[in-house]
């Protein structure tokens, strides 16, 4: 997927689910006017992981996604970037793209897990322009 198809994305806010008790990720188009919007439904824990970061608030002790990014961190890998790939049937996917050196590698994700990541190490979030076009 080339850079061409990608759409920079921020978090904007996590907000309650109506139903189900499932919160939702609100993502907005970086930068735009009148920025495009993507909710993706996530779990409670990986809401909490997400709003932390955006709050300024850290954990007493590492949780998994700030042990990941330490990890990452020291293995002299970088996360490059996250994008949001695709829906099918309400289930979202997503990638993480390790950079080590002259080499990126791109892994499979559910993007809660990604963007939690992203906010952690600072990497930028993408979503593809085929996906906001369906959405």
């Known amino acids: 997927m080339g850079d061409g198809s990608l ?3 921020e978090v904007v806010r996590v907000s309650p689910y109506l139903r189900d008790n499932r919160p939702l990720l609100w993502l907005g188009e ?3 006017e009148v920025p495009r919007l993507l909710p ?3 779990g409670e824990f990986e ?3 997400i709003q932390m970061p955006l709050e300024g608030e850290e954990p007493v002790r590492p949780i998994s996604y700030d042990l990941l990014a330490s990890m990452v961190s020291r293995l002299g890998v970088a996360v490059h970037r996250v994008i949001i790939e695709s829906v099918h049937r309400s289930v979202f ?3 993480v793209v390790l950079q080590a050196r002259d080499t990126a590698r791109a892994i499979d994700s559910r993007p ?3 963007i939690a990541l992203a906010l952690r190490t600072g990497a930028p979030i993408y979503a593809s322009q085929a996906l ?3 959405v």
């Open 47 to 49: 809401a909490a992981a």
């Open 112 to 114: 809660s897990d990604a």
């Open 93 to 95: 996917f997503a990638k």
């Open 7 to 9: 759409v920079e994305m």
């Open 40 to 42: 993706i439904a996530i």
């Open 132 to 134: 906001l076009d369906q």
């Open 30 to 32: 970086k930068g735009a």
